[in-house]
């Protein structure tokens, strides 16, 4: 988060942490993982006009779960299963800077991780990806 502590300075934004207080280990890439976050904390600030995110972990059955949550605009039900697919950028962000590669690769990355990445979402409320991932053994 700490790199994105500028664009979310200048948004006038906030991160809350809701954090299980668990000392568990998930296998995998650190780099690529990060890089996982990077992308979905990134659109939850660069996508909402005052972001206010929230980040909760818990532990359930033997995985670890991260949900990311804003106010941002939100994604209609008929983007949303397109919005994992390589270049695809939802017509409501053509005005913010992108690629649609973010989601893409992160849904790789978790893929290859034995995980999941899911979304749940309301148009003008915002969303909520969640992180699903194992823990180590």
């Known amino acids: ?23 568990v ?4 890439d650190e780099s690529h993982l990060y890089l996982v976050f990077f992308n ?6 660069k996508y909402s006009e005052s972001p206010i995110v929230t980040i909760s972990t818990r532990v359930e059955n033997s995985r670890m779960l991260i949900s990311v949550e804003d106010n941002g605009p939100g994604i209609e039900v008929s983007q949303q299963r ?12 053509k005005q913010v800077k992108g690629l649609g590669l973010g989601l893409y690769f992160s849904k790789k990355v978790v893929d290859a991780h034995q995980g999941q990445i899911r979304l749940e979402s309301i148009p003008g409320k915002g969303t ?10």
């Open 1 to 23: 988060v700490i790199q994105l502590e500028p664009l979310l300075q200048k948004k006038n934004g906030q991160v809350i942490w809701h954090l299980e207080e668990k000392q």
């Open 25 to 28: 280990s998930i296998p995998g």
């Open 40 to 45: 979905v904390l990134n659109n939850a600030i």
């Open 82 to 93: 397109k919005i994992f697919s390589k270049f695809y950028r939802a017509p409501a962000t």
């Open 128 to 137: 909520i990806f969640t992180i699903d991932l194992p823990l180590k053994k």
